[in-house]
């Protein structure tokens, strides 16, 4: 049967693993999106030996699962390489890694749908690659991926409790320690289950006012 008086004593317990999971979760998302723009750019390049090894690893990265991709970093690199990464590091670049191939094709979608017209204005113009891309191309092509964006960092959030099979001492972990110490696993899951619900939703109605507000804009840059 379900014990309020327990519940309420893990609560603080499970409260204060929250800052870690956002941690994780925000620090894996940044990586995500620097390597992102990168791994598009270099999808799209029309040099092959830059294009195929690129295209190679990351669907070889987006197929495999995240937890055989953490094992690696945290058991592999020490014994192949020597690189011994703390088990917090290691979730933190196996997460922002893994969702870079994600966000890459975020990425291309974004670039694929400025107007053809746009890249042929800024050639009769004699604009040189950077002045387009920092100018023209990107100004139109990142703001309409950011609700996608937002989206894929729910996502990366609700895969927090994958980082409890490295030892990472997240949401998921805390709960199973607290269940282990009481045999009631029943309120400690459960409350993890309802935190992330909290969390997700409130992310989720972020997102959409973000969104909602950039069509305000776009709507009112075109009567403009």
């Given at each position: 049967m379900w014990d309020w008086e327990y519940t309420?004593?893990?609560l603080p317990k499970l409260l204060e693993v929250i800052p870690i999971t956002l941690a994780i979760t925000i620090a894996g998302f940044i990586i995500a999106c620097v390597l992102g723009l990168p791994i598009a750019l270099a999808k799209r390049s029309h040099r092959k030996w830059i294009a195929l090894p690129v295209s190679a690893v990351a669907e070889f990265i987006r197929c495999t699962p995240l937890i055989i991709q953490l094992f690696v970093l945290v058991f592999v690199l020490p014994q192949?390489?020597?690189i011994t990464l703390s088990p917090?590091?290691?979730g933190i670049a196996g997460l922002g890694i893994h969702y870079s191939?994600?966000?890459a094709e975020v990425y291309r979608s974004g670039i694929e749908s400025v107007p053809k017209g746009q890249w042929e204005a800024a050639k009769a113009l004699n604009f040189n690659h950077k002045t387009t891309w920092l100018?023209?191309?990107?100004?139109?092509?990142i703001p309409p991926t950011i609700p996608v964006m937002g989206n894929y960092l729910i996502v990366m959030f609700k895969e927090t409790p994958t980082m409890s099979a490295i030892t990472v001492v997240e949401l998921l972990m805390t709960a199973k320690e607290l269940g282990s110490q009481s045999f009631k696993y029943l309120e400690a899951l459960t409350l993890v289950g309802v935190i992330f619900l909290?969390?997700?939703y409130s992310s989720s109605l972020l997102v959409r006012r973000v969104e909602r507000r950039m069509k305000q804009k776009e709507r009112s840059g075109l009567a403009k």
């Open positions: 309420w004593s893990i192949s390489l020597g917090i590091v290691a191939t994600y966000l100018n023209i191309v990107f100004p139109q092509s909290a969390l997700s």
